[in-house]
């Protein structure tokens, strides 16, 4: 088998365009034998006393080579990828959990590459929050970022050290070694999307046969979408960042979602530059002087250049 890539997150940065567009394409050079939600039930909802790293890592080896026993194409020189941005923690209870997976990952493929990819804290924040607000969160942006401190710890809650990058990278650097952990920046697969992939495909020891075609997916909330999204949850719409709403309305095939946006259409147009400038206000105030001792912590262990891609140094 082909050195396996562990593609770990984090959240918000390309994730879904990576693993519809790269790693599920043979001619980007990878194979993906697991998806979503079979990765996340293997290494994350799963009973730390019982976890078995040997039979997962049977049953890895087992289906990447039923794969490519019912491949049409070759598929042996592909690089194969098990790929999941909750593998790297969940911003919104705060990577409790970050390191335990990455432990397990390492008992069962201890000789596997990681790849990491970071996003500046500030523009990470703005977008982490939206995507609580989509799959349902109910509280401000203030409340979000500053939960309740009041009473025994009983629910994990954001934390904003799960933004302190260098915590995870050291993680994966201890357990997999240096050299096969990359890092890379999100804004480098803004700017120079080809560059970005050429240095994924060298660390795997993946063939691309083609250029991947840019697609932008799992866009983020416009306007203020988020603002009446929020309010609307309260009420309708029950997840685990929400349990407690007194209905869930998507049940019956109802979405908030398009209700939201379409406010924000007939209605939001003379406040939606109010909106964006009070969620930066608001972000940069709490960031303010958090970032920069962990980001040149995180340039040290990577040989980034973070202050070159706007991060806080």
């Given at each position: 088998?082909?050195?396996?890539?562990?593609?770990?997150?984090?959240?918000?940065?390309?994730?879904?365009?990576?693993?519809?567009?790269?790693?599920?394409?043979?001619?980007?050079?990878?194979?993906a034998?697991?998806?979503?939600?079979?990765?996340?039930?293997?290494?994350?909802?799963?009973?730390?006393?019982?976890?078995?790293?040997?039979?997962?890592?049977?049953?890895?080896?087992?289906?990447?080579?039923?794969?490519?026993?019912?491949?049409?194409?070759?598929?042996?020189?592909?690089?194969?990828?098990?790929?999941?941005?909750?593998?790297?923690?969940?911003?919104?209870?705060?990577?409790?959990?970050?390191?335990?997976?990455?432990?397990?990952?390492?008992?069962?493929?201890?000789?596997a590459?990681?790849?990491?990819?970071?996003?500046?804290?500030?523009?990470?924040?703005?977008?982490?929050y939206?995507?609580?607000?989509?799959?349902?969160?109910?509280?401000?942006?203030?409340?979000?970022?500053?939960?309740?401190?009041?009473?025994?710890?009983?629910?994990?809650?954001?934390?904003?050290?799960?933004?302190?990058?260098?915590?995870?990278?050291?993680?994966?650097?201890?357990?997999?070694?240096?050299?096969?952990v990359?890092?890379?920046?999100?804004?480098?697969?803004?700017?120079?999307q080809?560059?970005?992939?050429?240095?994924?495909?060298?660390?795997?020891?993946?063939?691309?046969?083609?250029?991947?075609?840019?697609?932008?997916?799992n866009?983020?909330?416009?306007?203020?979408t988020?603002?009446?999204?929020?309010?609307?949850?309260?009420?309708?719409?029950?997840?685990?960042?929400?349990?407690?709403?007194?209905?869930?309305?998507?049940?019956?095939?109802?979405?908030?979602?398009?209700?939201?946006?379409?406010?924000?259409?007939?209605?939001?147009?003379?406040?939606?530059?109010?909106?964006?400038?009070?969620?930066?206000?608001?972000?940069?105030r709490?960031?303010?002087?958090?970032?920069?001792?962990?980001?040149?912590?995180?340039?040290?262990?990577?040989?980034?250049?973070?202050?070159?891609?706007?991060?806080?140094?």
């Open positions: 088998m082909s050195t396996l890539l562990l593609h770990i997150g984090y959240h918000k940065t390309g994730t879904t365009w990576l693993q519809r567009a790269v790693f599920s394409n043979p001619q980007a050079g990878f194979v034998p697991w998806q979503g939600s079979q990765v996340a039930g293997r290494f994350v909802a799963v009973n730390a006393f019982t976890f078995d790293p040997e039979a997962q890592r049977h049953d890895f080896e087992s289906e990447l080579e039923a794969v490519r026993n019912t491949s049409p194409a070759d598929t042996r020189t592909l690089v194969p990828v098990i790929s999941h941005e909750r593998l790297s923690g969940n911003p919104h209870s705060g990577g409790f959990d970050s390191k335990a997976i990455a432990e397990r990952l390492a008992e069962t493929f201890p000789g590459r990681v790849l990491i990819v970071i996003r500046e804290q500030r523009a990470m924040l703005a977008s982490i939206k995507q609580y607000v989509k799959v349902g969160g109910a509280a401000s942006l203030r409340r979000y970022i500053e939960p309740p401190t009041r009473g025994n710890v009983r629910v994990p809650l954001f934390r904003f050290d799960f933004l302190g990058y260098d915590l995870l990278i050291g993680c994966y650097q201890h357990l997999f070694g240096d050299r096969n990359l890092v890379l920046p999100y804004e480098m697969l803004l700017a120079d080809p560059g970005f992939l050429r240095r994924i495909a060298e660390f795997a020891g993946a063939a691309a046969e083609a250029p991947i075609q840019p697609q932008k997916v866009r983020s909330l416009p306007g203020i988020p603002a009446v999204l929020r309010r609307l949850n309260r009420f309708l719409v029950r997840d685990t960042v929400n349990p407690s709403a007194a209905i869930d309305v998507r049940e019956h095939g109802l979405d908030p979602i398009k209700w939201a946006r379409a406010v924000d259409r007939v209605l939001g147009l003379p406040f939606r530059g109010m909106y964006q400038r009070s969620l930066r206000t608001q972000i940069d709490y960031a303010a002087g958090r970032c920069g001792e962990s980001n040149r912590k995180t340039q040290g262990l990577t040989g980034l250049d973070l202050e070159g891609y706007g991060y806080e140094l």
